[in-house]
């Protein structure tokens, strides 16, 4: 069993599986131990022969291994194929055959998702160190911490780093890499690179203070990142983990594989978001911004935008705008369903459609035209573009709630 649980445990440092559905699936075969021990008890020495033409032990009717087998198959899914699998469901059905995994596993299963290693098997060594950080202004702050979270604070007097970094093992060898381990910062004429060292087994928890505001540039293959009051732009790409980026000032871009992602109190001259698994969330952001996932729900939320381009592949669209629209604002989503609310005052041409599913316009349009799955028209003179479409999924658009 101890085997199986690694598997899992790699599963869910793969990003094909989250903390909560892995926890969910090995607590479900607690105690099943006790049942196998009864049949083993119960069985008779001799095994039945196997049908003609079958190998011998898998005869018709003899219980197989579903959780090898169950295990095999979410191996071979992607992080977004599985994330359409009832785990519950499967986890109930598995209690009949499976082992038990106790107490502190779901901390542990966190933990390996952050890259920390599973402590109980393997164990660790841990060193904190902390240096002072200077970013003059104009160069950029580049920041790559392949295994680990990452919190960077802007508004302070002094600029600071603190690493908590984290050695997978135990032995010397695990406890000489810790006394060894240092963080590594170069500076050159146009930026400060935070890294780490190339040293097998590590993951670090990063935590930045700055003084000034320069942008920010993060890569990380595993971790949450958070970035704070900056007053800057900011670059993300990341693996897995979830990304929140408050209080910024500049460009936004953020590319990931697997988590959610949220950007909210900031003004921006242009937000890009890919993200190929998880929710969006866009909250109080004025300026223009272009969000895509394939997998998730999107949230914009009491934002002012002067455009805005969302699509989505399966999941939810909730879009709250509280500035007239007069730009171009365009959705298109696969499978989903989409509620837009906008103010009074729109100066825009406005196009619903959908292929399956239902249009329902609450504003009055000037030369509307109405047909199955389709509404057209325009407010005001049609300066700007309102162009919603699905492929399955309902339309509403309704007048934002005063107040």
């Known amino acids: 069993m101890r085997d199986e649980v690694k598997r899992i445990l790699n599963l869910v440092q793969e990003g094909k599986l989250s903390a ?37 032990g898998e005869a018709a009717g003899s219980p197989k291994d579903p959780f090898k087998g169950l295990i095999d198959a979410i191996e071979k899914l992607t992080k977004s194929a599985a994330s359409g699998v009832d785990w519950k469901e499967v986890a109930s059905k598995a209690r009949e055959s499976a082992a038990a995994a106790r107490d502190t596993i779901k901390e542990q299963i966190e933990s390996v998702r952050k890259g920390g290693g599973f402590s109980f098997l393997c164990g660790f060594e841990s060193k904190e ?13 580049r920041i790559e911490n392949p295994c680990g979270d990452i919190t960077i604070t802007g508004g ?14 135990t032995g010397e060898d695990t406890k000489a890499k810790a006394e060894a381990y240092t963080l590594v910062i170069e500076e050159n004429d146009s930026s400060v690179l935070i890294k780490q060292p190339d040293v097998t087994g590590l993951s670090v928890d990063l935590e930045i203070q700055l003084a000034g505001t320069p942008s920010i540039e993060i890569r990380s293959e595993s971790g949450d990142v958070q970035v704070s009051d900056t007053r800057s ?44 698994s998880g929710d969006i969330v866009l909250r109080r952001l004025t300026g223009s911004a272009n969000v895509r996932t394939t997998s998730g729900d999107i949230a914009i939320r009491d934002c002012e935008m002067k455009t805005l381009a969302v699509d989505g592949v399966s999941g939810d669209v909730d879009v709250d705008l509280r500035t007239p629209i007069s730009g171009a604002v365009s959705i298109r989503t696969v499978s989903g369903n989409t509620l837009l609310a906008v103010p009074d005052g729109c100066d825009t041409r406005v196009a619903l459609k959908t292929l399956r599913g239902s249009v329902t316009c609450s504003i009055p349009l000037e030369d509307e035209v109405k047909a199955e799955g389709q509404v057209t028209g325009r407010i005001g003179d049609g300066k700007g573009t309102l162009d919603v479409s699905a492929v399955t999924g309902d339309i509403v658009v309704e007048m934002h709630a005063s107040g």
């Open 20 to 56: 909560d559905d892995a926890y969910d699936l090995i607590e479900a075969f607690e105690g099943s131990g006790e049942e196998e021990a009864g049949k083993t008890a119960t069985a008779t020495e001799t095994p039945p022969p196997a049908p003609e033409g079958e190998p011998p």
């Open 129 to 141: 160190v902390s240096l002072p950080l200077s970013v003059d202004n104009g160069k950029l702050l």
């Open 156 to 169: 302070h007097d002094a600029g600071n780093v603190t690493a908590h970094a984290r050695f997978r093992g």
């Open 233 to 276: 732009g900011c670059r993300v790409a990341t693996k897995s983990g979830d990304v929140r980026l408050k209080g910024l000032n500049g460009q936004i871009e953020i590319s990931a594989q697997s988590g959610d992602l949220t950007v909210e109190d900031s003004t921006a001259s242009s937000v890009q978001m890919d993200n190929k």
